[in-house]
């Protein structure tokens, strides 16, 4: 039975519409039956009926037939537990007069209520009545302030939160703080709202009025951050967590926040000592634990890193990830056969899929036969069917990988038999063509993608850099690069492209120009290798074989580095 009828005490409403049969007991007769008296319908029963029909309509998804018995149950009842009801299920059907009404009812059967004072306010709102709900809302806000610590701001917040015109929620919230300008809180929530209604100069401003007043109110710092992050100002969001990891030392969240923007900043040994903080204040920290794992996998120091995830084995928390990381460490190493059993090892369902596909990439680098690299994705795409193109892309990218293009290129062709327009098979089957030397390919599927998806940036970047880089058509390399860059401004990868054809038309100022904006932005090992040849022809050979060197002390087996050592004889 719903336990709205069992809190109500309608367990015997059931009965209402059946008859009870006595053992034993005699029927009437019919002289009996033809002298009683018809029993009329009590309005009790009538209240209890509506009351059970709003019920079952529930269940059945049928709300705008809910509602219309729970209002005429509540505008008959005195009963304030169904004007509640009837209340809230206006509000959630949006059905703003009639949430308005009942929640006037409610709060009549029930003035001393802060829930029935907190509907009435937020029906106003939802009415557009905003002068009248002013009020309301100022009781509301007294009523919550003597409960929490927040002088009944963080309530007053979420009434407004539900207002679908957020500039007209922020609006109240402003009188509200011009009230109390002195108010942490007020300022704090008025940051909140004009965050949610998209306005982040007024954000910004009323949390920083917050923090003057109040140097430790967490939560303020956290929401500038993230608002700094969407302006793409990281510089500024990461100067003001450092602040507040100043202020607030022992607050793990301010500062987990902060070891993982340094992280994306490419801080990887100021990220490292924060995490470090955060496991030596907190030894059962894991997430520091882990996060520590990584970075120092990330740096290729593989015995400290194998220690922190054999860490997280012996204290029985997060194996999957455990195991999953080590098997990479091993991988790395080029042992193959270990990297096998760790990957074997994880059967969580979220990093089941990854270690499988990584056990591809073991197979293929460790030289199996091309048979047992497909079967091996072949019976993951028969146990995974939704993710078929998924799983043609992770064979192809394992088998390149191992640098065995042909194969990956054949199993692209399978994959496009199944599949036959689908983009990204046609990129992926764009790229590995490039590594074959097949550009008829290239420029095929690159054109095919392009016709279909005119402003698809990634693939008229691709057939861009592509001209430019393996033929002499620099000036149509430009026009395709120049039509990515109008849709991807900011995207490493075009820059990368644009300063590459710039290098290639003899224009090296402008080329250091993009590339020195795409390592910025991504310090890919190609990147870095474009930059470096550029700086060296340039004549700034000493930058060029810094850069280089830092790059290589990370990626050693690149590629691309190594083409620009044998290039200039480094």
């Known amino acids: 039975m719903n336990r709205f009828l069992k809190a109500l005490g309608f367990s015997g409403l059931l009965l209402l519409g059946g008859c009870t049969t006595v053992v034993g007991a005699q029927a009437p007769t019919e002289a009996e039956l033809m002298i009683r008296p018809v029993l009329q319908p009590s309005p009790r029963s009538q209240e209890m009926y509506q009351v059970l029909a709003a019920e079952l309509?529930?269940?059945?998804?049928?709300?705008?037939?809910?509602?219309?018995?729970?209002?005429?149950?509540?505008?008959?009842s005195d009963d304030p537990r169904i004007a509640e009801r009837a209340t809230m299920l206006a509000l959630l059907q949006k059905d703003n007069q009639a949430a308005l009404e009942l929640a006037r009812r409610w709060q009549t059967l029930a003035p001393g209520d802060d829930q029935a004072q907190q509907a009435l306010t937020l029906a106003l709102l939802r009415n557009n009545r905003?002068?009248?709900a002013a009020d309301s809302l100022d009781a509301v806000r007294r009523a919550a302030g003597k409960k929490d610590k927040q002088e009944g701001y963080a309530t007053l917040a979420a009434l407004l939160s539900q207002v679908d015109d957020k500039q007209a929620a922020l609006q109240v919230m402003g009188r509200f703080r011009d009230r109390n300008p002195r108010s942490v809180y007020a300022q704090y929530y008025h940051g909140v709202l004009a965050a949610a209604a998209?306005?982040?100069e007024q954000a910004l401003a009323s949390l920083d009025r917050a923090l003057a007043r109040n140097a430790k109110l967490a939560p303020a710092y956290l929401l500038r951050t993230r608002i700094l992050l969407d302006r793409g100002d990281r510089e500024a969001a990461l100067t003001g967590l450092a602040k507040a990891v100043a202020a607030m030392p022992r607050d793990r969240e301010l500062r987990m926040s902060y070891a993982r923007l340094l992280l994306e900043a490419g801080q990887v040994?100021?990220?490292?000592?924060?995490?470090?903080?955060?496991?030596?204040?907190?030894?059962?920290?894991?997430?520091s634990l882990y996060a520590l794992g990584l970075l120092a996998e990330e740096t290729r120091q593989f015995e400290l890193a194998e220690g922190y995830f054999l860490d997280l084995i012996k204290r029985n928390v997060r194996l999957a990830d455990a195991y999953f990381e080590l098997g990479r460490i091993e991988e790395q190493r080029g042992r193959y056969d270990k990297a096998k059993e760790w990957y074997e090892r994880v059967k969580d369902n979220?990093?089941?899929?990854?270690?499988?596909?990584?056990?591809?990439?073991?197979?293929?680098?460790a030289g199996d036969a091309d048979a047992v690299v497909n079967q091996h994705f072949d019976t993951l795409r028969r146990n995974n069917p939704q993710n078929g193109i998924a799983l043609y892309l992770a064979e192809a990218e394992a088998l390149r990988e191992a640098e065995r293009y042909q194969e990956a290129f054949a199993a692209l062709n399978r994959a496009l038999q199944s599949y036959p327009d689908d983009k990204d098979l046609l990129y992926a089957r764009a790229l590995m063509a490039e590594r074959l030397d097949r550009l008829d390919i290239v420029e095929q599927d690159l054109r095919a993608i392009i016709a279909a998806s005119p402003k698809n940036g990634q693939a008229l970047n691709a057939l861009g850099y592509t001209l430019a880089d393996r033929t002499d058509r620099y000036q149509e390399a430009l026009g395709y690069i120049e039509q990515a860059m109008a849709l991807l401004p900011n995207d490493a990868a075009v820059l990368d492209?644009?300063?590459?054809?710039q290098y290639r038309m003899g224009n090296q100022a402008k080329a250091l120009d993009y590339l020195r904006r795409a390592y910025q932005a991504n310090?890919?090992?190609?990147i870095t290798a474009h930059l470096c040849e550029v700086l060296w022809v340039s004549g700034q050979r000493e930058e060029a074989k810094k850069i280089w060197q830092q790059s290589l002390a990370k990626n050693p087996d690149d590629r691309h580095l190594r083409k620009v050592q044998q290039k200039f004889g480094w």
Not at 273 to 284: D, G, S
Request: avoid cysteine.
């Open 57 to 76: 309509a529930g269940k059945r998804d049928q709300f705008d037939v809910a509602l219309v018995n729970y209002r005429q149950a509540a505008l008959a």
């Open 130 to 132: 905003v002068d009248e």
């Open 198 to 200: 998209g306005d982040q």
């Open 269 to 287: 040994d100021k990220a490292r000592r924060e995490f470090a903080i955060l496991l030596n204040q907190n030894p059962k920290d894991t997430d």
């Open 350 to 365: 979220d990093r089941y899929l990854g270690a499988q596909i990584r056990l591809g990439v073991v197979l293929a680098k």
């Open 497 to 501: 492209s644009m300063g590459w054809v």
């Open 523 to 526: 310090a890919d090992p190609e």
